[in-house]
């Protein structure tokens, strides 16, 4: 927990309050930047300013802090943002989002967590500006009403309003609102991640819609089979079965997780994190449209070992 400054009016009340809103305000900035680290480091420049701003005795409360405390969180993120952009420009390969690991056995995980988007909308969304990026994350996915989100943004009404009709648009054509049953989505997970890894060929095929589109990120960094994302079905389905050949010969170990909004696969290799992968379904709930494969290994600091 971040040590509360010294001298500050009821210390225990600040600390409290900002505790309080703090698993809110991380899913808010995970989801606008998709970076478990930079949304840490995003939250601890918002407790000192929160706690900046209660330092001294003549401090004035705070009437609404969770307006307060989303605010400056929401402009700490905007600017993160703008640096993170520049990074991506010289990113070696496809960028995804960093897993974020929900669950039983993430003791920190609160409910407002559990709000992370899909992989695969948080894909698109990097395809928005940064403020049409914040609009569509705090109205449709944290239910804050436009003139709110004025007062957040110090924009207009109208202006948020324009700024959410484009966001969503934009993101209903690249990815429209269909999301499986939790349940359904881990089984069709399971079932590909054993296909992937085994020997079967058919069972790769069979799993794979025919259009399947495969992104691998290893940032340079990690194993990744290409550079570019991979479309269609033989071509995904040949790249598995080379990633299966070139398996250790100890084998992997694959553990399911919740990853922010979709049922994941962690892959281990001697107890170190090889790669997270998150699968997209079809419309018909039982094929694979996409597959997302984190290798990076500066995205994996946070995957925990798995337990015997």
């Not at 840490?40 to 330092?55: F, G, I, K, P, S």
């Not at 269909?178 to 058919?202: C, I, N």
């Not at 694959?254 to 909004?261: D, E, I, K, P, S």
């Not at 998150?278 to 419309?283: F, I, N, S, T």
Request: charged share 25%; glycine share 8%.
């Amino acid at each position: 927990m971040t040590p509360t400054p010294p001298g500050c009016p009821a210390e225990d009340t600040v600390t409290e309050q900002f505790l309080d809103h703090r698993e809110l305000l991380f899913s808010v900035v995970y989801n606008m930047l998709g970076s478990v680290a930079d949304t840490e480091d995003t939250l601890q420049e918002v407790w000192l300013a929160w706690a900046a701003r209660h330092r001294g005795p003549g401090a004035e409360p705070v009437d609404n802090a969770r307006a307060y405390l989303t605010r400056v969180a929401v402009n700490q993120a905007l600017a993160r943002r703008a640096r993170l952009s520049r990074r991506r420009e010289t990113y070696v390969g496809p960028w995804l989002p960093e897993p974020l690991l929900v669950g039983r056995d993430d003791a920190s995980e609160g409910a407002e967590r559990a709000e992370a988007l899909s992989m695969a909308v948080l894909v698109v969304l990097e395809t928005l500006s940064p403020l049409e990026r914040a609009v569509f994350v705090l109205h449709e996915v944290f239910g804050f009403a436009h003139p709110e989100i004025a007062r957040i943004l110090d924009r207009s009404p109208t202006a948020v309003r324009q700024l959410a009709t484009r966001a969503r648009r934009h993101v209903q054509a690249r990815r429209p609102r269909h999301r499986p049953p939790r349940e359904q989505h881990a089984r069709v997970t399971e079932r590909f991640a054993e296909a992937a890894l085994g020997g079967d060929l058919r069972a790769r095929l069979e799993v794979l819609a025919p259009d399947v589109t495969l992104w691998t990120d290893g940032g340079g960094k990690g194993p990744a089979v290409s550079l570019r994302p991979v479309h269609g079905r033989d071509r995904v389905a040949a790249v598995f079965t080379a990633v299966a050949r070139a398996l250790p010969p100890e084998g992997v170990d694959v553990r399911y997780r919740l990853v922010a909004g979709d049922p994941g696969a962690l892959v281990f290799s001697g107890g170190s994190p090889l790669a997270v992968v998150v699968v997209d379904l079809a419309p018909d709930g039982e094929h694979i449209a996409g597959v997302f494969s984190v290798t990076n290994p500066d995205k994996l600091t946070g995957i925990p070992a798995p337990r015997a």
